[in-house]
């Protein structure tokens, strides 16, 4: 009897080890890394602000710098290495803070954020489709000029906010945007009409707030008090390609946020998130999924390094 007991005893021990096990697993992030992929280098690289995966020509990466620089969006290869340019026609970049591309109505765009405000005090931001060219004719010419097919002017339902987080989904037909000095960032969403892309003045709608990004600790603010009170703000955000999970870059991590069947950005981005590895870079504000989901590329404003994180 008593060896029964001692057997029972471990069966129950093994059992809750395999659960714990079990546990440990799941809270596992989904992606490993980061490894660095290449250096951003030519006249590309400035101050890496936004990044996108290019949805018409495989394996390209398209940035664009921050404010005061010219509008212009560059094409890099996922080493870094420069393919060409686009000069966005028409248009200043008055504080371009993100990139998304998007396939809609069968057209690759890339969808440009000049949505930065530092002081809140714009009364309305721009959003610009760009249709995305070629590479091959890309490459030739070095550098393209395109006028934006459409313009959004936006501004918000609860007054002006501080804006460097944007993506697209397209199946939502539906941008969203994430404050990024409010105590709590603020999620809103603007639907795009059916049918063709036109310019057009819209509201963005306050739909639900991200409450968990991740602050400094308290060794982390004695260490760094500026860098530590800006560690959770949000700075770029992507959607995975097939709207499984939601991508957020902070100064001080890189954030996923699964997403169940069905469920709504609000709704995933409201849960705590999986928290990558450190990606250990002053000044990141630029993410993006590969066109595939299978990796991240992370960028920053003040060096050339182009981080990549790949999925388990």
């Not at 990139?99 to 109505?105: C, H, Q, Y």
Request: glycine content about 8%; overall charge neutral.
């Amino acid at each position: 009897m008593q060896s029964l007991r001692r057997f029972s005893r471990w069966v129950a021990w093994a059992a809750t080890g395999l659960v714990l096990a079990a546990a440990l697993r799941a809270a596992e992030p989904a992606f490993g890394g980061p490894v660095e992929a290449g250096k951003i280098e030519g006249p590309a690289k400035r101050e890496t602000s936004g990044l996108a995966p290019s949805l018409r020509n495989p394996g390209l990466l398209w940035l664009h710098d921050d404010s005061g620089n010219p509008p212009f969006l560059h094409a890099i290869d996922p080493d870094g290495n420069p393919v060409g340019t686009l000069q966005v026609g028409g248009v200043k970049n008055t504080d371009w803070e993100d990139l998304a591309s998007v396939v809609l109505d069968g057209k690759p765009w890339l969808v440009v954020g000049d949505v930065g405000d530092n002081d809140a005090v714009r009364r309305s931001v721009l959003i610009h489709f760009v249709a995305e060219p070629d590479r091959a004719a890309l490459a030739a010419a070095g550098r393209l000029a395109e006028q934006p097919a459409a313009t959004l002017t936006v501004s918000y339902e609860d007054g002006a906010r501080d804006v460097e987080a944007l993506a697209v989904d397209p199946r939502e037909r539906a941008i969203y945007l994430l404050s990024k000095r409010d105590e709590v960032p603020r999620l809103y969403r603007i639907a795009l009409p059916a049918g063709p892309l036109v310019s057009a003045t819209v509201n963005a709608r306050l739909v639900g707030t991200v409450p968990h990004l991740p602050k400094a600790s308290a060794g982390q603010l004695l260490l760094n008090a500026r860098l530590g009170r800006m560690r959770a703000w949000p700075c770029a955000m992507d959607f995975a390609p097939d709207g499984s999970a939601a991508v957020v870059l902070t100064y001080g991590n890189v954030l996923v946020f699964p997403r169940a069947a069905g469920e709504s950005w609000a709704k995933a981005l409201g849960r705590t998130p999986e928290k990558l590895a450190p990606h250990a870079l002053p000044q990141a504000e630029a993410v993006c999924f590969s066109a595939d989901g299978k990796s991240i590329f992370v960028a920053s404003e003040e060096t050339k390094r182009l981080l990549r994180y790949d999925r388990k």
